[in-house]
């Protein structure tokens, strides 16, 4: 390709671009394809000779774009959301051209000391502890795997690094049994082995029990075993409970355990000093992770990783071969001792472009909207008979069902499950569930960053027709 033909489709697909945002909510917002059906239309071998842009652009428009679900539709309601921005959108097309490999300091000095910058600045906008380093990571299960691997080499003297496991004791992680799955798999990874992560329960809002999770500790001191690391959950994924954080921190303060906070989701809204109370004793935590690119309008990927001591993480990760020593080493963050990779993308940028584009008032601005938003739905999911709230509404996230009385709870649950089916199949909404008391609960998330109350009165009035439609057929 010249400098010229790119020019040329750059320009192209800056409108393409600029069009989808623009048209994105006349897309049906989950993707209607069938299971393998893009697979079959993709020719299965790859093309011997060069194909035209215009070839290659046609497939992408009529094979891909159907079966995309467009997460950046403002009818999205699914997971949680992981939102974009025209800003972040910008920089990611600065950080593709340039395609650094922003490994250590020296392969791309900006970006070392942007990323260093914007902690600092994702530090002062969250309300965070002065004594927290940030580092960016690709998602949050990378930055909670590299806490309990940090806290499994600071409890061993750094020695399971060297040595391996042999002879060492079972070391024992505890999150509440609502925790994300990212959790588990950083157990297994870490070689702590699934059998000693401790689920603890939770009480009637879903946010771990501190009783239970001393008592956990204590006997599981009394049979030998090391406690090692609590994750407690700052907005868990099925409900947004919050864990105590203060109380959990004072029991890791008490049995010299680590204590990790995942806020993925729930971290954004720190940025609201009317919120920071969810947070409060995050200060006792040694780290904390939240997603940007969950709910702070930058694109997938860039979690924002924090730790109270990072000598402790780089001593976990460090390696230094000859061919990666610079002069600058001793003055300088390399970010590859700071976690898994070698390679790092430059994501500093686009959150940069973000901030500065958006300004903490901006941001805030579409938080209170989006929170706003779920506590309208809140009321009307609590002033219909027909529908029953299973969760508090403490962020954009609400959890409902339909309430069908004189059935079993079996049938309540088929039934949601048709009626959520139902919703999304339209196309014109797009909401996930989860399991609430072995209730099938409707999860309908407010966050994307287009949102707007007219988006979430047509969703609702969606809801209302096709759980209706149940109610008919089954009186
Ligand atoms: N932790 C919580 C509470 C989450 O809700 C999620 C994802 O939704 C994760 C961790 C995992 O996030 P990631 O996809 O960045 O690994």
């Not at 990378?142 to 409890?155: D, V």
Request: charged share 25%; glycine share 6%; net charge negative.
């Amino acid at each position: 390709m010249t400098t010229s033909d790119f020019r040329k489709y750059a320009h192209q697909f800056a409108d393409w671009m600029a069009d989808y945002f623009e048209n994105v909510e006349r897309y049906p917002v989950v993707s209607q394809v069938k299971p393998g059906e893009i697979k079959s239309a993709l020719p299965k071998a790859p093309p011997q000779k060069g194909e035209s842009m215009d070839a290659i652009f046609n497939d992408f428009n009529r094979i891909i774009l159907p079966g995309m679900t467009h997460w950046q539709s403002p009818n999205f309601f699914g997971y949680f959301p992981a939102n974009n921005s025209m800003p972040s959108v910008l920089a990611e097309m600065l950080t593709a051209t340039m395609g650094a490999q922003c490994m250590v300091w020296l392969s791309s000095p900006a970006a070392a000391e942007l990323e260093e910058a914007t902690m600092e600045w994702l530090k002062e906008m969250l309300g965070l502890p002065a004594s927290f380093a940030g580092v960016i990571q690709d998602t949050a299960s990378t930055s909670t795997l590299c806490a309990i691997l940090t806290a499994r080499e600071k409890k061993s003297g750094y020695e399971i690094n060297s040595k391996g496991f042999s002879g060492k004791e079972r070391f024992r992680v505890y999150c509440s049994e609502h925790a994300h799955s990212s959790i588990d798999k950083a157990v297994k990874i870490a070689g702590l082995g699934l059998e000693n992560l401790v689920k603890i329960g939770v009480d009637a809002d879903f946010a771990i029990r501190p009783d239970e999770l001393e008592e956990r500790i204590k006997s599981d001191i009394v049979e030998g075993k090391t406690p090692l690391c609590v994750v407690a959950a700052l907005g868990t994924t099925s409900s947004t409970a919050i864990d105590p954080v203060r109380k959990i921190g004072q029991i890791c303060d008490k049995y010299n355990v680590w204590l990790h906070v995942d806020g993925a989701y729930a971290g954004t809204a720190l940025a609201l000093p009317e919120m920071r109370w969810i947070a409060d004793g995050l200060e006792l935590a040694d780290s904390f992770v939240f997603n940007p690119h969950k709910w702070m309008f930058t694109n997938f990927d860039c979690s924002a990783y924090f730790v109270k001591d990072p000598q402790s993480l780089i001593q976990t990760f460090t390696i230094s071969p000859e061919y990666l020593k610079t002069s600058a080493d001793d003055q300088v963050n390399n970010y590859r001792d700071w976690g898994i990779q070698l390679g790092r993308r430059f994501r500093a940028l686009k959150l940069w472009f973000v901030i500065r584009s958006y300004g903490l008032e901006g941001i805030r601005e579409k938080l209170r909207l989006h929170i706003g938003l779920a506590h309208k739905i809140k009321e009307w999911v609590l002033s219909d008979p027909r529908f029953e709230l299973l969760a508090p509404v403490l962020l954009g996230t609400v959890c409902f069902r339909m309430t069908l009385p004189g059935l079993d709870e079996e049938r309540i649950n088929r039934l949601n499950e048709e009626f959520l089916n139902r919703v999304n199949n339209t196309g014109k909404a797009f909401l996930t569930h989860t399991k609430l008391n072995g209730k099938y609960t409707i999860r309908m998330s407010i966050g994307q960053t287009e949102t707007r109350e007219e988006h979430v009165v047509k969703a609702w009035e969606l809801i209302v027709d096709e759980a209706q439609k149940i109610i008919y057929t089954i009186s």
